[in-house]
């Protein structure tokens, strides 16, 4: 499984755009890249995934370079509420890989 | 569309006894695992089941840890007898088996502190 690499925590400011990073040097040609955000108290929950270029949903964008060997999420106009942890996964996409290894994540502090 | 549910929410037991916890997957999801999350740290895989079977529980402790899926549907993660070091959260999930890309869902989470 791939190991991932992020910062260990960030701060922003609320109504600026965050961009947090992963590292996946080793990632493999099945691996898709996947991201998680954790409130305390709170399960993961699924933010974004994409597997090459840019992903956006209502929620974030996802860039991926042509190497795949990093990726970068990008939350617009943060706010309070976006502090959490973030996580970023590889894994792969068929049955035997469709388990996820979690690192220690991006803990975001947003402030006012 | 209801989300991966867990009970009990907290538990608070003294060492040495049972405790056991209660999973119920997204409907449809034949995929299930259970992940243990201590403080500070992201959450580490116990077990996957593929349906009722067993397909990854390299990480399961299993001195003291025993899970089943018995109908391929809920499922449960018994510790026995628990530990102090066993206070952290303990995370069901579920997926879809087929396809590419599997999201993996999360419920709440089961708090466990044993005193």
């Known amino acids: 499984l791939a190991k991932t690499t992020q910062p260990i925590s960030m701060d922003s400011y609320e109504g600026q755009e965050v961009n947090i990073t992963c590292s996946h040097n080793n990632i493999a040609t099945n691996d898709y890249i996947t991201w998680y955000q954790q409130f305390p108290s709170q399960g993961p929950r699924f933010i974004i995934q994409g597997y090459k270029t840019k992903v956006t949903n209502e929620v974030a964008s996802l860039f991926i370079p042509a190497d795949r060997k990093s990726s970068t999420l990008s939350l617009p106009r943060v706010s309070l509420s976006d502090t959490a942890v973030y996580y970023c996964l590889v894994g792969a996409s068929n049955n035997a890989g469709n388990m996820l290894t979690f690192g220690g994540g991006t803990r975001l502090m947003v402030k006012p | 569309e209801a989300g991966v549910v867990q009970s009990p929410r907290y538990k608070i037991i003294e060492k040495k006894q049972p405790v056991a916890f209660w999973c119920n997957p997204i409907?449809?999801?034949?995929?299930l695992y259970w992940y243990l999350q201590n403080l500070g740290q992201g959450p580490e895989l116990l077990i996957r089941y593929e349906n009722e079977e067993a397909v990854d529980d390299s990480q399961l402790p299993k001195d003291r840890f025993s899970a089943e899926r018995l109908k391929g549907v809920d499922s449960t993660l018994k510790i026995q007898p628990a530990e102090l070091g066993d206070s952290a959260v303990y995370l069901c999930a579920s997926s879809r088996s087929q396809g590419t890309g599997n999201t993996i869902y999360f419920g709440e989470g089961s708090w466990l502190t044993v005193v």
């Open positions: 409907s449809g999801h034949n995929t």
